[in-house]
């Protein structure tokens, strides 16, 4: 069974670019979560969908972050305009409706220079 | 809410020794306690974690881990390191029901030959 994958596994655009990170939870997973380690910093969650429906997205830093899950299966995040800032490693993953395990992806290592 | 402490950002363990990484949590409700692991270039992969009953957790690798509710805590520990358990350990908290996971800051475990 295939786990959670994320596209691309690295980036590097300039500052203000934008760029769109895509994830493909596991089959059947109803739960995806999106989170982000920054250079030096913990890994802090950004949001939370279930299906197509935004659950929490009390996490996103800012209006340049967008969030997407279309039809409940793959998301992606966009961030546009790019700062420096946002450079680190994004983390998608998934969970079954009632499960308690949260199955992670590689991530998506992001520099914005 | 809940949060993580997690000391000491790098261990250094000689091959054969004992791990032990603490982990000190917060919740104001019932916690859910996790351990992932990110080896070099990988993803979080999840090593163990803690719902509800057994209060010592075996997880992948050799790894276990206790919760003691009385002192908030949910130490990872390994009788014997090898070079392959080098790599960077999270701990995790999540509250009951509620799969919004609280990273502490990461354990980069060094194994000396």
């Known amino acids: 069974e295939a786990g959670v994958t994320q596209f691309p596994s690295h980036s590097v655009i300039e500052k203000g670019q934008t760029v769109t990170l895509r994830c493909d939870p596991i089959?059947?997973?109803?739960?995806l979560y999106w989170y982000r380690r920054v250079m030096g910093k913990e890994i802090k969650f950004l949001l939370h969908?279930?299906?197509?429906?935004?659950?929490?997205e009390s996490g996103m830093p800012n209006n340049r972050f967008l969030a997407e899950r279309t039809g409940g299966t793959y998301s992606t995040l966009k961030v546009q305009p790019a700062e420096l800032e946002d450079s680190g490693v994004y983390f998608c993953?998934?969970?079954?409706?009632?499960?308690?395990?949260?199955?992670f992806g590689e991530g998506s290592w992001l520099t914005v220079v | 809410a809940q949060s993580v402490t997690q000391l000491g950002s790098h261990v250094s363990v000689s091959e054969g020794a004992l791990v032990l990484l603490r982990c000190n949590y917060s919740?104001?409700?019932?916690?859910?306690l996790f351990w992932y692991v990110q080896y070099p270039n990988q993803g979080l992969q999840l090593l163990l974690k803690?719902?509800?009953?057994?209060?010592l957790v075996k997880g992948i690798n050799g790894f276990e881990a206790e919760f003691k509710k009385s002192e908030t805590s949910f130490h990872l520990t390994k009788p014997s390191a090898h070079m392959s358990d080098a790599a960077e350990y999270f701990c995790?908290?999540?509250?009951?029901?509620?799969?919004?996971?609280?990273f502490g800051k990461g354990n980069q475990v060094v194994v000396i030959p």
């Open positions: 993953a998934s969970s079954q409706a009632s499960g308690n395990t949260i199955y």
């Open positions: 089959s059947g997973h109803d739960n």
């Open positions: 969908f279930v299906k197509e429906s935004k659950q929490d």
């Open positions: 919740s104001s409700v019932p916690p859910y």
């Open positions: 803690y719902t509800t009953g057994a209060t």
């Open positions: 995790a908290v999540s509250g009951n029901g509620n799969n919004r996971l609280a």
